[in-house]
């Protein structure tokens, strides 16, 4: 099946530092969608990306739609505590009328203070 | 704000037993979906329902699980007979459509603990 990879899987930052991660699969998506997960939580929408090229902001958020349609990054300025947790992105991918999201495989993120 | 919920937080059950998890979407919405995160690893999708019917399913929502919209506001999971690998958070979720606003609202999930 479709398979979305998140990189890197896992990364310490220092509080004040900018964070960027990505998400890349060999198949074409329509929609992007960026999630923040909490432990013990549901994911959290934080940025929809629905064009190519799309670059969207969402207060220190920043997410792009790559031009392939295969891509998409989100950046993280001025890190602080709050942001620790897991980071996933959700491609949409239609198929004969269906459509499914497929989520890729996340990234952790640690803050040190 | 608007927001999906699900009963019950968490459950505990034998192995074998048949579970129920319930979900309330958002109001307006009209797909609906089932998710799966084993502790630790990726959300894994499970199964889309559309217009009362299954639109789509992973090869993980086999024979044992079930999804139905009783009524006009809950959307519930089935697994008839649990196994000990059924063992996760399932999470239930929402979108008005996916064409244009397809933005998928989660609920907080509901912890499965089959023994």
């Known amino acids: 099946g479709q398979q979305l990879n998140q990189s890197p899987q896992s990364m310490f930052i220092q509080e004040g530092e900018d964070v960027s991660m990505n998400c890349t699969s060999s198949?074409?998506?329509?929609?992007w969608l960026w999630y923040k997960q909490d432990p013990g939580e549901g994911p959290v929408l934080l940025i929809a990306?629905?064009?190519?090229?799309e670059l969207t902001s969402n207060g220190r958020l920043t997410a792009q739609f790559g031009i392939t349609r295969k891509d998409s990054f989100l950046n993280i300025s001025a890190s602080i505590p709050s942001d620790v947790g897991i980071y996933f992105c959700?491609?949409?991918?239609?198929?004969?009328?269906?459509?499914?999201?497929?989520f890729g495989t996340g990234t952790r993120l640690k803050v040190l203070a | 704000e608007p927001e999906v919920t699900q009963t019950p937080s968490h459950q505990v059950t034998q192995m074998g037993q048949e579970v129920i998890l319930r979900c309330v979407p958002i109001?307006?919405?009209?797909?609906f979906y089932w998710y799966r995160q084993i502790l630790g690893q990726k959300v894994e999708f499970l199964v889309s329902?559309?217009?009362?019917?299954?639109?789509?399913k992973s090869e993980i929502f086999d024979d044992q699980f079930s999804v139905e919209r009783p009524d006009g506001s809950n959307f519930t999971l089935k697994i008839r007979s649990t196994k000990l690998e059924d063992s996760a958070m399932y999470f239930c979720?929402?979108?008005?459509?996916?064409?244009?606003?397809?933005?998928?609202?989660f609920g907080e999930g509901s912890r499965l603990t089959v023994l």
């Open positions: 979720a929402s979108s008005v459509d996916v064409g244009g606003g397809g933005e998928l609202f």
């Open positions: 198949s074409i998506f329509n929609t």
């Open positions: 990306l629905y064009k190519a090229g």
């Open positions: 329902f559309y217009n009362n019917e299954i639109s789509e």
């Open positions: 109001s307006n919405h009209l797909y």
């Open positions: 959700a491609g949409l991918r239609t198929t004969s009328g269906t459509y499914k999201y497929i």
